[in-house]
């Protein structure tokens, strides 16, 4: 099978292969303790933003990319090549894969094999990888429990690699909104001007607090943050019940396009929606109520969605759902696939579930 899509312009999630090693399943960023979806990437001196082209013109493929469990992926794509990362599987704090294509994958392990002095050990709290390139280093967001406030909570890692290693030698998490029930799913973007900002959801649903998504500038290494956090959007409509996670901005012309999964991991009904924002930093506003991205035959619980544009210039999204009729561990999977996303009057439209579609000749 020739290769799909071998170069690559920008940024944001995916992954692995059909004749990989098994996963063993893994609790989402999105587990009773806490919920969660993934993030993100460039490949330039200088962060590429994560713009939406105006139609999809690419070939077609065959979902799931990857059958066996990948939950919360995100793809960054670098030198012609695809990496992908997910939540934690097994002793993995950190899943990464590659492809040249889109098509075939190969496993390459873990891309954090350390977790920092402030996380407590793995036992599947680490959670939702967005991953950019700033310059020549690399840049990853995760989520572990802090020991300290017992809580889940969002740390930022560095590499001189994509596959890794990434090491957080800090002491403390980078956003841990405790009295809001602690931090997760960071997704990071960089907009057309070169920006970076990173998005999150705090994770009130552990504890009895509501849940909103927000955004934060970050400085040019995306290291630290600057300015204050916004929230840009709770929930607000019935299919969102019990909560929204899972963050993730696109651009496209002069607007700016929040992704966000909602109702719950582990069910049928989890979904994806959107909300369009003025700034990177809101106001925003959600023009559907019900979800753009929802169930089908074919892709059950579909979210923890990422985007990235891939080597023809297409806006891509990525994204886990349940594998046929298994829905919830410990039997059923998160199956990564991906969908191509265009915009007609302002509005995101996503193809669908694409199981049926022919495999590249």
Sequence with gaps: M????????????LAVSACGPTASPA?????????SGPATPATSAEASPTTAPASFSGPTYLNPIYSRDFPDPHVLPVDGTYY???????????????????????????????????????????WAPGVI?????????????DAQADLQCIGVATADAPDGPYRDDSDAPFICQADLGGSIDAYPF??????LYVYWKNDGNCCGKSVGLWGQTLTDDGLTLT?????LIQRDQPWEIP?????????????YYLFYSGNWWSGPDYAVGYAVCETALGPCDKPIREPLFSYTSTATGPGGQAFFVDADGDLVMAYHAWTGSQVGYPNGMRSLRIE???????????EGPTTDRQPLP
Excluded: C
């Design 243 to 255: 909560l929204i996670e899972n963050p993730a901005m696109v651009r496209h012309e002069d607007s």
């Design 340 to 350: 191509p996303v265009a915009f007609e009057n302002g509005a995101p439209v996503i």
């Design 133 to 145: 390139q700033i310059g020549e280093k690399f840049v990853l967001y995760f989520v572990a429990r």
């Design 227 to 231: 300015g204050e956090a916004v929230q």
């Design 84 to 126: 992908a990362y997910s939540t934690n599987a097994g002793t993995t704090n950190v899943p990464v894969i590659t492809s040249p294509d889109l098509v075939s994958w190969e496993r390459v392990g873990d891309a954090m094999p350390a977790l920092p002095s402030w996380a407590m050990p793995n036992f599947g709290n680490t």
């Design 2 to 13: 020739p290769p799909w899509r071998t170069a690559i312009v920008a940024v944001m999630a």
């Design 190 to 195: 960089a907009d057309d001007d070169g920006k």
């Design 27 to 35: 609790p989402n960023s999105g587990a009773p303790t806490g919920t």
